[in-house]
């Protein structure tokens, strides 16, 4: 355990108004392209808003808790400190976002397969999880069984998966991800797993298994995921209480071990070692699975309610102030969880305060300037990103301001800062005119801009920048840099060792060297990226061909 934060009156300081007073209107002038006068005080800003918020206190920050309430109230006060409007529902700071939270309960939890030579049953939590199952509380499902690679049908790439195969009626069985051969941002999309059950529900398939394989469990193992089985899963809910993106057509879902894989695909045309070596040769091939599969399971349905924290710097420009650029960032974490060496609450102070802090003190150099952009800035903390983009989906699906008038997002997430670092790692710049933008405010502030060194991860699509690019709104996402001011530092094997023993473990905390200076200089280049895009003439645009604008443009009012 972590010592508990003490003066938690720190977040009850300013009560939530609806206004900011003419104290907190009071704007000193500051020249955007000086260095701020304090800039070790923003440092020291973002140390404190991450000491908060990645306080045991807060338990971990889950949607739907108390923990995640007073984070929440503690940025809305933070906003108000600044000086931001509110911009959420009816004059305040907060937007409600309707949830519907599921957990898996291990009672009744089956995953068989009946053969001619008799039945294979599988261990909950040691090969296989049920899944949440938000449609119904409890299933059991029988139907034979169709291997379809990684569940991806992209006949321009020359990939489809489905191609020989029929899954109407089946349980299709799949690995996640994307082939390695396809271009970074083709291989993003594909890799998105909500795209991947809709593909399979409109063809008639009844339930899903994703199997998991021996490089990936490499890095992520099987046992340290499956330990927290009883974390919730999540779902917006709409008008009529009915939850979205739940997919009834699929009567069951589970995951498996890639232990568990090797016993399901005995049988195959293909032993599982040429399987998982063809995944990553993308070479794999789609067929039928001998047995009729039986899954069940029980799922707690309940009703939660969280909030968005939405401020707004109002633009100088009556002609261009209807528009808004959105910066975001998730608040939630997960909570509490399985424990580590006594340890049972999820900081997240990586994952995602700093991002939190880097964007609260974004928001206070812009509001410094003597003349706000042009365009108007939303500061936007979301919620429920780690149950699947919730927050930010609500937000683009019911924005608190014309849907129109979002022109760009620019998304702060886990910038990983063990050390000095000397440049920033921007995701998804080259799919618009925010390239421009990014790259003119880095070389202003003297930042260097490095290429994503995992395009494997996907990451384009697995953070809140996603649910606006759905929405055809450009968006980028700001990365921790990987290159150490100090010679001989290896700041990616730094991040290496994060991701394999602190990303979505308790001992992501305050403990761990975060480095406050390098966290400040991002900020730093936030600020200045929105004020690039805030005055400029003209709003962000999708490059001419690019994939996502061709695929999500049209979205865009």
Partial sequence: MKPMFAPLALCLLVACGRTPGPEARAAPAASADAAPAADASGARRIEADVAFLA?????????????????????ANRYRAIGLEPAGDDGTYFQAVP???????????????????????????????????????????????????????????????????????????????????????QRAFHAASRDKLTLLAARGAVGAIVIGNPVDEAKNPWARMAANWEMPGMRLVDADGKPIDAWPELKATASLSAAGARKLLAGAPMSADEIFERREKGTLESFDLPGQVTLAGATTLERRDSRNVVGKLPGSDPALAGEHIAYSAHLDHVGRGAPVDGDDIYNGAFDNALGIAVMLQAAT???????????????????????????????????????????????????????DVTDVVPIGIAHSSLEADVQAAAQQLGVGLSEDPKPEEVVFVRSD???????????????????AR??????????????????????????????????????????????????ADARPSWKEGDFFGTKFGAARP
């Fill in 365 to 419: 150099e812009v509001r410094a300037d003597a003349t706000a952009p042009r365009r108007s800035l939303l500061f936007v903390a979301v919620t429920a990103e780690e149950r699947g983009l919730l927050g930010a989906e609500y937000f683009v699906r019911y924005p608190t301001v014309p849907r129109e008038s979002l022109v760009a997002n620019i998304n702060m997430d886990m910038p990983v800062m063990l050390t």
């Fill in 486 to 535: 100090e010679p001989g530092v290896d700041a990616l094997a730094m991040y290496d060792d994060f991701l394999r023993t602190h990303y979505h473990q308790p001992s992501d905390d305050t403990s761990l060297s975060i480095n406050y200076p390098s966290a400040a200089m991002l900020a730093r280049l936030n600020a200045q990226i929105g004020r690039r895009v805030g005055n």
């Fill in 99 to 185: 949830l519907l939270e599921g957990r898996r309960k291990r009672e009744g939890a089956e995953f068989s397969v009946q053969r001619p030579d008799g039945k294979v049953s599988f261990v909950f939590q040691d090969e296989f999880l049920s899944g949440v199952n938000f449609n119904a509380a409890s299933h059991v499902l029988n139907a034979p069984m169709v291997f379809v690679g990684q569940a991806v049908h992209a006949p321009d790439l020359g990939r489809d998966d489905f191609a020989g195969v029929d899954v109407r009626g089946k349980v299709a069985v799949y690995f996640s991800g994307a082939p390695a051969a396809f271009p970074n941002t």
């Fill in 55 to 75: 306080d045991d206190l807060l338990e971990g920050r889950a949607a739907g808790t108390r923990g995640y309430d007073l984070a929440a109230l503690y940025v």
């Fill in 465 to 483: 920048q996603y649910a606006f690019v759905r929405q055809g709104i450009p968006a980028v996402y700001l990365d921790g840099g990987i290159t």
